[in-house]
């Protein structure tokens, strides 16, 4: 009886603490700035290795492995189904990118801000709202401290998907590149 007993009372602990244990999790950043900082600031590549293979072809391997790495960046940027207004997840995950580029690695470096929509509406209609969501991170980049000469926002609509089904929410997104 006594096991019962406490089986019952560690499984109403685990109840009532679960609610707040994902309520947490929900209001963290998706990312940290250290992580958006250790994207963008790797280490240079100095190109590929040269060598001399004396053989036929099959004999020799193609070219050098080149770096596959892409220098774009989710920033997870949440909105409303056709919505430019940044959602309060948003705000949390730009605030940790703006201390991002304030670290003394990026805050030489500029940055495109790419809007994107999922393929619901009309392809002109996507293309301004694609606008709008990148002009919105912008905007809130600059409100953070970001020299407005370090972002460009550009829109593409849903010519750019992240997942193959072009109606799906995750195409709904702005993401950041680096610019070489």
Known sequence: MGRKLLLALALSTVAACAPSTLSRADDAPAYSASDIVRHFAAEPSFGAARSLCIGAAADCPGDAEKATRSEAFDLEVTFELGSDRLTPRARKNLDQFAEALRDPALAVRRFHVDGHTDARGRDETNLRLSQRRAEAVRN????????????DAQGYGRTR???RDPLDPANRRVETRAED
């Open 140 to 151: 809130y980049l600059v409100s953070a401290g970001i020299d407005a000469a370090r972002l």
């Open 161 to 163: 998907p992240k997942a």
